[in-house]
Nanobody
Framework: QVQLVESGGGLVQPGGSLRLSCAAS????????MSWYRQAPGKERELVATITSAGDSTNSADSVKGRFTISRDNAKNTVYLQMNSLKPEDTAVYYC?????????WGQGTQVTVSS
């Protein structure tokens, strides 16, 4: 079965950095684009960044451009989200996601809190 397990969240001060990881299993990881989403309290889940299956192209939301970088290691079945210059408004639960055929799968999420 498809499993996505996020890690790396935590409490960080404004301006700080975190790197999130998502370990994937249950499907051929190198064949699929991967995405990171986030959901802040009281808000809808939003797309943060996407990376192609080969890792040769990425897209990110305007709100994180220049600060967040998505990457992947197909040998390790892992996708990353490097988050720099964090702001309080980046506080959210971050989810790793993959769309396989007609269904989107989600990890359990990892909490990121940006606060002084």
């Amino acid at each position: 079965q498809v499993q996505l397990v996020e890690s790396g969240g935590g409490l960080v001060q404004p301006g700080g950095s975190l790197r999130l990881s998502c370990a994937a299993s249950g499907f051929t990881f190198s064949n699929y684009a991967m995405s990171w989403y986030r959901q802040a309290p009281g808000k809808e889940r939003e797309l943060v960044a996407t990376i192609t299956s080969a890792g040769d192209s990425t897209n990110s939301a305007d709100s994180v451009k220049g600060r967040f970088t998505i990457s992947r290691d197909n040998a390790k079945n892992t996708v990353y989200l490097q988050m720099n210059s964090l702001k309080p408004e980046d506080t959210a639960v971050y989810y790793c996601s993959v769309r396989l055929r007609l269904r989107r799968y989600w990890g359990q999420g990892t909490q990121v809190t940006v606060s002084s």
